[in-house]
């Protein structure tokens, strides 16, 4: 029942719909086979299978809005669904910045959908593990990842007659390789869309090569270093930076896009010319759903061109309110790159510090969005060239906007963590270091 | 780590969002008194018992659960949106050939649980190819059929909505007209009705409840184009409605006028005093950065305790069983038997998921293990951990500590933080005694950036209000304070603890941890706190 068909869908969203008595009415119904494997210390500690299919609906009366969900589509379920979305909009009270409904619009499909990875098995999972653990065995390392993987549908609908169906997939794996006296620590991650994408025997290697090199780390004095940030390290401050490209707080004076004296900072450079980053559904690397949450249809748009702000994100009310057109929500962020691996930017570095990962990063100082995090799972110091010997792990102070404005080199982009962004590994010059960890 | 703020709820929850799937399914506002009959749960979990003991389980647990959560989010004078959420299912866990194997349905027959408790035991056989050495669990005795509940006063599922927008309006009202630019105030109450059976021989049924009541207000001067926030001074805790009750006795108030809270919380007069400190904070000046004797209040100093304390001492932290998320541990089993030296001579750790008002205050936790109080750190040696059944003999312990926990019946249970409280100083101390012995220092309260390794020895935190001390005097306010600190060194500069008559309770209501990440609320005492000579850094940056 989970995996519902396009027809099947659109059966239940016409269905439900039918049945309302307010004023309009959206409804969603989204769900997916998940499978998953844990393993640590060189064992699986949990593996489980989650299959599951939701119903939402969300009514207004006038300007009073009341949402439900349920996970039963029996007639008898629809109709209670719909009563109940019906008496929590009857119990709000108005809300002033209420948009009506989406008209009917048209999307064009994005490729969000393998049959390799939708047919992945338990027995699979399971020798994906061992892929991970046999070797680490074998050469004194200990292993502790996780690989989650599925298949999801989703399906929108309102009484406009608006209406839209796609199927997904997505496996994430992760895996830390430790030294068995815990001084050396090393990581890999993979996020694809296409399972055939994917191989834990060769990732593994990445990560107890880093294990192994990383032992034995030398403490270096804190302060401003050359780095080079591997895709997932740069990924960290740039995904968290996304988050705060909202019109409507530039607008009201409280972001740092917020323009000195009021308005926001589009159209002015912000961050090294060589910046580009941009959001696409049709992406083949990073593909997202072709609509956003309000159900209007996602576009190529450009967040930063060349260095500057080139678009932020309106809610439909905010679009409104200043006389924007309505856009989507971004669903994906690509920031471009150039065409060297991280190897290549190592290569080409006298002197510098090449950073695997970034962790724990949490907001300082929205004003600047000053971030905080520290380095962890293989951090190495780089001269002539050469990766010469690893480090001990620094705490970071830095804003990626700063970051951003300090750029030596960008790599070629790679998708990263959840599979919506795309970041290249970049070197970057008087990156702030503010203290020693000695956490491996 | 705190995964979601409270800005990402009010996103989440905010107009269109339309698939609230991590809470469940939202239902009408009546519908949340109402309870699933003892008999039919205790008849659901007989089937999955049956089932994966005939299936070949050695031991077999079943939780069935209605997980109900109400929001009130709000922003200025409007009500951005009320969701009810209900999620109800029954999660089965089971060891067989050695392993544990786990399987959750939301189909609430008894053909559905015990074709899960199946499924389960199948799992548990194929993950048993490749496992090193069989599960262990430490023994629990079977307590029968028993209940427990959160001692609530009033339950706040059950105040009608329009009380809640009437109180949360007049919050607002409060901070507009007090100056502030904008702010947000939000409800979050959470009801989770349990019931826990297993092959043991118990049947627990259980009624928690946790409330939390968020707010921020900004200030903005557009002439400089800076903006400042200033959170609310309360804390999520295990209790009901009466909680908002604003209660004289529960206020502690500075002798500058901060007023911070105790097990009662005045929401409007907080919000005034927000807009008043927000405003305050855009002129205040830059710290000078350096070593400062840092005085903490209690609704800062949970969350130091939260990371550097409660999660080094998870036992699986220390195992290695989170290494690929969370982190492993620098508090290693050895340090242990070396009497490891944690803090300094007065300061005392525990753990404790019993304390009243508390959020990790339960019964039995999700292995059926009666809850307790123990010492973690004892006059600043670090004497234990915080367990679960399969991990209690690895340290030597015969019994669990009754740490365990699922954030849903769809979840998997696994090892979860307890209450991690520090004892109160044995002398007779208040704030105003302890600010008087200080002669260049920090007073901090509330929560604010927070950040630390992956084995909890480098951490930085900032706070939500900062006054600088000077020569035993409470200064003006400042800003762009962190402290950054190495976790034993941190507790080792712990030079006094105020007494007992100051104690209270700091809230986490969504800690993250484990893979697929599952959250747990869990609470963190003391009394104002001093730590000589820490270090402070300016956070303030320009973007040019």
Not at chain 2, 85 to 93: H, Q
Not at chain 2, 216 to 235: N, Y
Not at chain 2, 372 to 378: G, I, N, P, S, Y
Not at chain 2, 510 to 532: I, L, W
């Amino acid at each position: 029942m989970s995996i519902l068909s396009e027809a099947q869908a659109k059966a239940i969203l016409d269905k439900v719909i039918a049945l309302s008595t307010a004023d309009e009415v959206s409804a969603q119904v989204g769900g997916g086979i998940t499978g998953n494997v844990r393993f640590a210390r060189n064992d699986i500690s949990t593996s489980g299978i989650v299959d599951e299919a939701e119903l939402a609906v969300q009514v207004a009366f006038g300007k009073r809005i009341g949402t439900a969900t349920i996970n039963q589509f029996d007639d008898a379920s629809l109709e209670r669904v719909m009563r109940r979305a019906e008496d929590l909009a009857k119990l709000a009270p108005e809300n002033p910045e209420f948009m009506p409904a989406v008209a009917k619009q048209t999307y064009r499909a994005t490729d969000t959908f393998s049959e390799a990875t939708a047919a992945l098995t338990a027995e699979a999972r399971a020798k994906i593990a061992e892929a991970s653990i046999l070797p680490c065995r074998e050469r004194n390392l200990v292993a502790a990842g996780f690989l989650e993987d599925g298949q999801t549908f989703f399906a929108h609908a309102n009484s406009n007659g608006n209406f839209g169906y796609q199927r997904s997939t997505v496996a994430d794996y992760t895996c830390t390789v430790r030294t068995e006296d815990g001084r050396g620590s090393g990581w890999v991650a993979s996020n694809v869309k296409d399972v055939a994408q994917f191989d834990a025997a060769n990732d593994i290697q990445i990560a107890m090569r880093k294990a192994a090199a990383s032992a034995d780390a030398r403490a270096l004095e804190p302060g401003k270093y050359t780095v080079i940030l591997e895709p997932a390290a740069a990924s960290g401050l740039i995904s968290f930076m996304m988050n705060f490209f909202d019109a409507r707080s530039a607008d009201e004076g409280r972001s740092f896009l917020s323009k000195q004296g009021g308005g926001n900072k589009i159209g002015e450079q912000i961050m090294d010319p060589r910046v580009n980053i941009y959001t696409d559904p049709w992406d083949p690397t990073v593909p997202t759903l072709p609509w956003d949450g309000d159900g209007l249809p996602r576009e190529r748009t450009k967040i930063i061109d060349a260095g500057k702000v080139a678009n932020l994100q309106y809610s439909r009310y905010w679009a409104n309110k200043q006389g924007k057109p309505e856009t989507a929500g971004w669903g994906n962020t690509i920031m471009e790159g150039g065409t060297k691996s991280t190897a290549e930017l190592i290569a080409g570095t006298e002197r510098g510090i090449l950073v695997t990962r970034t962790w724990y990063i949490r907001m300082v100082d929205p004003q600047t969005v000053l971030l905080t995090g520290l380095t962890r799972d293989g951090t190495f110091y780089i001269e002539n060239g050469q990766l010469m010997y690893p480090i001990k792990n620094f705490r970071f102070n830095e804003s990626p906007v700063i970051m951003l404005n300090n750029i030596e080199e960008l790599g070629r982009s790679v998708r990263v963590e959840d599979g919506s962004i795309m970041v290249p590994p970049m070197k970057v010059r008087d990156f702030t270091f503010t203290s020693l960890s000695d956490a491996v | 780590m705190d995964r979601r703020d409270f800005l990402a709820l009010s996103t989440f929850f905010t107009g269109v969002a339309l698939t609230p799937a991590l809470f469940g399914k939202a239902i009408a506002a009546d519908q949340l008194q109402n309870d699933i009959e003892l008999a039919v749960k205790k008849r659901l979990a007989d089937a999955a018992l049956a089932a994966a003991t005939a299936a070949g389980a050695s031991y077999c647990d079943v939780r069935v659960g209605r997980y109900l959560r109400q929001f009130v989010i709000t922003r200025e004078r409007n009500v951005e949106n009320i969701v009810n959420t209900e999620s109800t299912g029954t999660g089965v866990r089971v060891i067989a050939d050695g392993s544990w194997g786990f399987a959750a349905t939301n189909e609430m027959t008894e053909d559905a649980v015990a074709a899960a408790a199946r499924q389960a035991t199948a799992i548990a056989k194929a993950n048993a190819r490749i496992q090193t050495a069989p599960i262990q669990l430490a023994p629990t005795p079977g307590v029968g059929e028993v209940s427990w509940r959160t001692p609530i006063k009033k339950n706040a599922m059950e105040v009608p909505i329009a009380d809640k927008v009437d109180l949360l309006m007049s919050v607002n009202d409060a901070a507009l007209n007090a100056g502030a630019s904008f702010v947000n105030s939000l409800l979050f109450l959470v009801n989770e009705q349990k019931y826990f059976a297993s092959t043991d021989g118990s049947y627990i049924d259980q009624d928690v409840h946790r409330i939390w009541a968020p707010l921020t207000v900004t200030a903005v001067d557009q002439s400089t184009g800076k903006f400042r926030s200033r959170e609310g001074l309360s804390a999520p805790m295990g209790l009901g409605w009466e909680y908002m009750d604003g209660a004289a006795e529960d206020k502690f108030v500075l002798s500058n006028g901060l007023t911070t809270y105790g097990k009662s919380y005045d929401m409007k007069e907080d919000a005034i005093a927000a807009a008043q400190d927000a405003q305050t904070k855009l002129k205040a000046p830059s710290v000078k950065p350096g070593k400062y004797d840092l005085v903490l209040d209690p609704n800062h100093l949970g969350l130091t305790i939260h990371e550097s304390v409660g999660h080094p001492l998870e036992l699986d932290r220390v195992l290695g069983y989170e290494a690929n998320y969370a982190g492993t541990s620098f508090a290693t089993m050895d340090k242990r038997d070396e009497g490891f030296k944690y803090g300094s001579e007065i300061v005392n750790l525990f753990a404790d998921k019993t304390q009243t008002g508390s959020l990790g205050a339960v019964g039995y936790d999700d292995e059926g293990v009666k809850t307790k109080r123990w010492d973690l750190v004892k006059d600043g040696t670090l004497v234990d951990y915080q367990t679960i059944r399969d991990q209690a003999h690895i340290v030597g312990k015969d019994a669990s500590d009754g740490c365990c926990y699922a954030d849903s019946w769809s979840s998997v249970q696994f090892q979860r933080m307890a209450n991690v409280s520090l004892a109160p100083g044995k002398t007779k101390m208040s704030p105003a005694d302890m600010i008087a012995g200080v002669e260049n220092g920090i007073y901090i309260a509330g929560r604010g950036s927070f950040s630390i390794d992956q084995q909890r020895y480098n951490a930085q935190f900032g706070g939500t209000v900062f006054y600088e001390i000077k020569n035993g005097k409470l200064g003006p306010m400042i800003e762009d304070v962190a402290y950054q600190m190495r976790t034993p060194e941190f507790w080792g500069a712990c030079s006094a603890i105020c007494d007992e008559s100051d104690y209270r309770m700091f809230g986490s209501f969504f800690d993250g941890k484990g893979q697929p990440s599952q959250v747990s609320a869990v609470s963190h005492g003391s009394s104002t706190t001093r730590f000589d000579g820490i270090n402070v850094i300016n956070t303030a940056r320009s973007l040019g």
